[in-house]
């Protein structure tokens, strides 16, 4: 008769357990000294090894040739208590025997000698889901215990257990077992089964099993029966993984703010009878990907996606700010919370749609930041349009400082600074500069600036500012501090003096009547 891999290679010792060396290394060092304790709570998320770890520590506490701490796995106990003929080894269900009398039941049965070994080991799985009375019950045979009795309690929700029992319990918190550890087991099972077992689908069998050995297991068994070799498209298969081509359109979509495209896709998925709030869900989980390919660095061990996969979100990822990543995954979360109460599902993904691709419409802060942090970028680059008073004082200006401008050559200096241009921004620079320098804000207050590649030419009207900037390192700093995180870029500073326009010529006959006046000649102007 067929049997299970996850039954079939379920480790026999503790050296054989993966993924918990803190929890296996304590608890052989305390059979191997004779000093363990009555009662064990061994919480984790499932497929991590608690219950295996029971029977393991039932096992050893009761084998007459334990080596190191482990069962020897060869004598008549460790084989009876594997087949479940060993009656002092009793493993309870709580979630079916939960109640008052059964917990009753098992204190009268604990008081007398165990007849085959020499501890009665009761391992209580799902402790959680006894209720208050059972654990009232519980906890007076707890508090003084039979020397012959061993308690393992295992739960995935230590929070429910009673502060009263956990303080008579060892407890030992069982990890997530990493996808690596779980592929390296899962080759060596695939070795032991003769199956062809690529690397790349092992460390993704173990990204889908979320942390449990079990799950990993029982899906490389579901693979193995497709047959051939088991690559990660037989992976990807075998776990009904949808594939992210529709999800990486959708995104394109949102990213064009083509609302138009997004209803036909969302319009196309429903005629394909795509559940709407199985859509949604895998959006956000989309979007969970691209926000840890622009945090992280080895992104590829927290996604759970095929290698060509990730490297074509790559690109929306880089295309995206990080702050738009996070407002898309706001509103599908929310959208997916709201078709839990209603029969149109993809009336209210099309709605979070229109909002995605026309965040003005949303008046929630998330988008507000959004709309901020793309209009900062626009200024950075220099492509954000000013409004029409704007743009009219500026060609003003701009006309007036033409026709002021000199005709005659100029030195050397004013031809260098001749090209500098009016500097846009620079009323939202000295609005920074109020915040982490007002004295120097003060200075600037009726200022004017001109940029020349990266030298921002400052035009003061108050002779303090020379003063601060020749002196004082902190107002210098302070002001390219504003300038950077104004526009993105580091400005060298230097002073702006517009230039004087040349004295006009005097009249020859002038110079010579004003020199015979000086000289006492009398002259007489007709």
Known sequence: MYQALYRKYRPKTFD???????????????????????AYLFTGSRGTGKTTCSKILAKAVNCPNTRD??????????????????MDVLEIDAASNNGVDNIRQLREDAYFAPGQVQRRVYIIDETHMLSTGAFNALLKIMEEPPAHVLFILATTEAHKVPATILSRCQRFDFRRIGSEDI???????????????????????????????RDAISLLDLCISYGGAVTAQVVAQAAGLAGSGHLLELSKAFLEKDTASCMEQIGALHEKSVDMER????????????????????????????????????????????????????????????????????????????????????????????????????VRKGT?????????????????????????????ESTILSDARPFGQWQEVLGRLLKTNPPLFAALKTSDAYEKGDLMLIDAKNELFFKLIRENEFAKDSLRDALLAQTGKRY??????????????????????????????PVEEK
């Open 492 to 521: 060298r500073l230097g002073p702006y003096r517009a230039q004087e326009p040349p004295p006009a010529k005097k009249d020859p006959l002038e110079t010579l009547l004003d020199a015979a006046k000086e000289l006492g000649i």
């Open 279 to 378: 859509l949604c869900g895998d959006l956000v989980a989309f979007y969970r990907d691209l926000m840890l390919l622009k945090t992280v660095d080895q992104p590829q061990r927290l996604i759970v996606a095929l290698p060509e996969e990730i490297e074509n979100m790559r690109p929306l990822a880089d295309s995206m700010p990080l702050s738009q990543i996070l407002y898309i995954m706001s509103v599908l979360q929310e959208t997916q919370n709201r078709m839990t109460k209603t029969a149109n599902r993809r009336t209210e993904l099309e709605m979070s749609a229109v909002r995605i691709c026309n965040p003005a419409m949303d008046g929630s802060i998330e988008a507000v930041l959004t709309r901020l942090e793309a209009l900062e970028a626009a």
């Open 69 to 86: 701490g482990n069962p020897c796995g060869e004598c008549e106990i460790c084989r009876g208590i594997d087949e479940g003929t060993i």
């Open 183 to 213: 592929g390296g087991y899962l080759e060596k099972i695939a070795e032991k089964e003769k199956v062809s077992l690529d690397h790349n689908a092992a460390l993704l069998i173990g990204k889908l099993a979320d942390g449990g050995m």
């Open 16 to 38: 054989d357990v993966v993924g918990q060396p803190h929890i296996t290394r304590t608890l052989q060092n305390e059979v191997r000294a004779g000093k363990t304790a009555h």
């Open 384 to 412: 954000a349009v000013l409004p029409a008073a704007e743009e009219k004082t500026k060609q003003e200006k701009s006309a007036r400082q033409k026709s002021a401008a000199p005709s005659a050559p100029q030195p050397q």
